[in-house]
């Protein structure tokens, strides 16, 4: 059975599904019996879809056009 430690070491590849069937039932078996885990992986995959939606922006003007309203804001507050 996975120990906590290899479970935070996998906690990356467990929410992107990128383990082998051996390590995906290790993983399963660990988190049935570990209420922590099932804790820790359930917020890591709550952060990671929060970075995903706040992804930035590639287009070089979409990234201008949000610099300049991050600007405006700052200026506006103050004064």
């Given amino acids: 059975m996975l120990t906590c430690r290899e479970m935070a070491q996998l906690g ?15 993983v399963y078996v660990h988190l049935r019996q570990c209420k922590n885990c099932r804790t820790y992986i359930k917020q890591l995959a709550l952060t990671s879809a929060v970075l ?28």
């Fill in 12 to 26: 990356s590849d467990v929410i992107d599904k990128q383990l082998s069937l051996g390590k995906r039932i290790a």
């Fill in 52 to 79: 995903q939606a706040l992804a930035v922006p590639t287009d070089s003007a979409e990234v201008e056009a949000t610099l300049g309203h991050i600007q405006h804001a700052i200026e506006k507050r103050s004064g």
